[in-house]
């Protein structure tokens, strides 16, 4: 077992953030002393042509020379510290962004594995099987029932028909027979016996088959 932790990568992160912006700081420091200098310079020089010196005009234009390359170099730097701590953040993300597709990966293997097409198929098939017979079940229950209900209807309905069509009969029936000759008695009433109604009617059918 290690006596050493590993750090982490949010640790190696600031870690180097903190040397970076460490560095960054010195550079920015020796620049500002660089463009103090430069300044310097310049009076000198100015100085110099002034009082018409021109071998020291020419030494210190050297001098400025050299020192403003130091200073292009000095921004050079400080661009560079800038791109690698960007660079540094965007590889923390990218391993960051790998090592969580990696999870997912794993989960999504993890999950094909507990999955079994074929067994997930024949669940549904059979689901299919048992909605077909569950609705067939059903219609035949409606079926029933609108027989079983229908019938009943239907039943009634005849009856009413029956009885509206021997309701017209026996009307036109106690019309024929109130202007027969020789017919003696009351018109056949709707709340006599039933037996005596359709004798009444019998006879009337019979008497109109003879005319």
């Known amino acids: 077992m290690s006596l050493f932790k590993k750090p982490t990568d949010k640790e190696v992160m600031r870690k180097t953030e903190r040397e970076l912006k460490k560095t960054q700081r010195v550079v920015d420091r020796d620049r500002v002393k660089l463009e103090r200098d430069e300044k310097k310079l310049e009076m000198e020089i100015k100085k110099a042509a002034k009082q018409g010196n021109k071998q020291a005009c020419a030494v210190l234009a050297k001098q400025l020379v050299n020192l403003r390359k130091q200073k292009v170099r000095l921004y050079g730097a400080s661009a560079t510290i800038s791109s690698v701590n960007a660079q540094t953040k965007s590889m923390v993300a ?3 962004t790998a090592e969580a597709m990696g999870r997912t990966a794993k989960a999504m293997g993890a999950m094909n594995k507990q999955m079994d097409p ?3 198929m024949k669940t549904m098939q059979q689901f299919e099987v048992e909605s077909a ?3 067939m079940k059903e219609e035949m229950m409606d079926d029933v029932l609108d027989d079983v209900l229908g019938g009943s209807d239907e039943e009634e309905e005849q009856d009413a028909i029956i009885n509206q069509v021997l309701d017209e009969i026996g009307i036109e029936v106690a019309g024929k027979l109130a202007d027969a000759p020789g017919y ?4 056949p009433s709707r709340a006599s016996d039933s037996q005596a109604k ?3 009617i019998e006879d009337q059918l019979a008497r109109l088959m003879r005319e």
Do not use: I, S, T
């Not at 003696?184 to 018109?187: D, E, N, Q, S």
């Open 184 to 187: 003696k008695g009351a018109l």
């Open 133 to 135: 017979k569950m609705e």
């Open 118 to 120: 074929q067994k997930m």
């Open 94 to 96: 990218n391993k960051a």
């Open 198 to 200: 359709d004798k009444a």
